[in-house]
């Protein structure tokens, strides 16, 4: 996945963390910078961007659900993944003291993941950015001391920004980033492998464990199960699934085509290579 013509979208500006699982996962590649999550799969979709690349998964604030929503209303699939350690710093235009500050701007997961540095500020306004990049781009724009952002220190180098308070998250934490292409990754590399997928259940007593009975049966590892409401469908839910194996794996092809036909609907996100680099960097600082 290194082809020197390869063109990767990523959401936010150079200084995003988002950035850095670009380099991480396709580190020959040309990177293209969009608005928003929603214009990375737009420009993946429309073939004028090889690859994209999206958080799916924080340690602490949990999945990322605009990441899951535009997986299931794209014909888009996970093709690989890359974990990275986040290292949050507060940042702004000029060194100041805490009391000072108004507002603090960064994206949602990152402000989900400082709750006790905004609980300790109950004075600051939190608001939400495209981007924890967008956020040190805007914040260094706008020149206004008392307006400050929580990003990467690569980000506040990159617009001249001060480090007004470094590692500032809750605890340590990581972020699951995925690449995403129009198709479906069917290889069977080395490595540990997994299958991404979202179904949807009959409505009967009993009917999540029916569906995923199968996997416990055939010693299928669930690494992750997400409940996410169907938004043409009030109070009705799907469930996003990833699960340890290659859809190829005799037992876990058996457990998917068991769960087809217990499910409402399955549709497979893709499968990919689990990131199990015992050399992970921090993303600095």
């Not at 020959?28 to 928003?36: D, E, G, K, N, V």
């Not at 604030?61 to 794209?74: F, I, Q, R, W």
């Not at 993941?113 to 004075?123: D, G, H, V």
């Not at 199968?214 to 469930?239: E, G, H, T």
Request: hydrophobic share 45%.
């Amino acid at each position: 996945m290194t082809q020197n013509d390869n063109t990767v979208a990523y959401p936010g500006r150079e200084g995003a963390h988002s950035a850095v699982a670009c380099d991480r996962l396709f580190p020959a590649a040309r990177l293209i910078a969009q608005a928003s999550f929603e214009a990375v799969v737009e420009a993946v979709t429309a073939r004028t961007c090889t690859y994209g690349v999206l958080p799916i998964e924080s340690s602490l604030a949990g999945p990322v659900n605009e990441t899951h929503d535009l997986l299931y209303d794209s014909a888009l699939s996970i093709v690989a993944e890359a974990i990275l350690p986040i290292r949050h710093c507060l940042v702004g235009p000029e060194d100041i003291v805490l009391e000072d500050v108004r507002e603090i701007r960064s994206h949602a997961v990152a402000l989900d993941q400082c709750r006790k540095l905004l609980a300790s500020m109950p004075w600051a306004t939190a608001t939400v950015a495209p981007t924890t990049g967008d956020a040190a781009a805007a914040v260094a724009e706008l020149g206004d001391p008392a307006v400050v952002a929580i990003a990467s220190g690569r980000a506040a180098r990159l617009h001249s920004l001060a480090v007004i308070a470094d590692d500032v998250g809750d605890h340590e934490a990581f972020t699951r980033f995925a690449a995403l292409a129009p198709y479906t990754r069917l290889d069977r590399r080395h490595g540990e492998w997994r299958t991404a997928l979202t179904f949807e259940t009959h409505h009967r007593p009993g009917a999540l464990h029916t569906a995923i009975e199968p996997l416990a049966r055939r010693n299928i590892d669930m690494v992750q199960l997400v409940s996410r409401p169907i938004p043409s469908r009030p109070f009705d839910y799907r469930f996003d699934c990833v699960l340890g194996g290659h859809p190829l794996d005799d037992e876990v092809a058996a457990a998917l085509s068991e769960m087809r036909a217990e499910t409402a609907r399955l549709r497979v996100f893709g499968s990919y290579r689990a990131d199990r680099d015992e050399g992970w960097e921090t993303v600095a600082a």
